[in-house]
């Protein structure tokens, strides 16, 4: 195995969502931060013999390509927040979403020697955590997709990332 280029960032599920909305003439913030009981979340791999397993229990969150005999196998996570307690005719002002690194024990953190720009698509279509793989991915959609800049340390966060246009009704 020759792995020529690889990225990948790790974050742990301590990702905070933070929406202020405006439902006619009062403002409200609402905060969500799901546990790992709570939350939902998956990692989906490309790898050899890996695109029909179910990543739904993976501790990371994800997101990688590696060259292996100069065929691209990518890793992408999934992550959705229940967003019903915001009543249909709100007006979301603000959304932000932060990513906090954690690297786990043996991984080395995330490389930075290349180009390790990260994506945030908005999913499409209904998903299960306990049984989505890379072959059943859910569709997403590429408009206002999110950049996520290119990482200068081993263990960068990712705060406050503005994601409203994804979650506006």
Not at 108 to 125: A, D, S, W
């Amino acid at each position: 195995m020759n792995t020529l280029n690889t990225m990948w960032k790790t974050t742990i599920l301590a990702i905070s969502f933070c929406f202020i909305f405006i439902n006619t003439q009062a403002q409200t913030v609402l905060t969500l931060q799901p546990s790992a009981a709570t939350g939902k979340d998956a990692t989906l791999s490309n790898f050899p013999n890996e695109p029909t397993l179910n990543f739904g229990n993976n501790a990371e969150f994800i997101s990688e390509s590696s060259s292996i005999n100069f065929n691209s196998h990518p890793k992408r996570s999934l992550i959705q927040f229940d967003l019903s307690s915001i009543p249909a005719n709100a007006t979301v002002i603000s959304a932000y979403l932060s990513f906090y690194a954690y690297n786990l024990p043996g991984t080395g953190g995330h490389l930075v020697l290349n180009n390790n720009t990260g994506y945030l698509f908005k999913v499409t279509q209904p998903w299960n955590e306990s049984t989505v793989t890379w072959s059943t991915q859910p569709t997403y959609s590429t408009a206002d997709t999110v950049i996520l800049g290119i990482s200068d340390s081993s263990n960068q966060n990712y705060l406050n990332v503005d994601v409203r246009n994804q979650i506006q009704k």
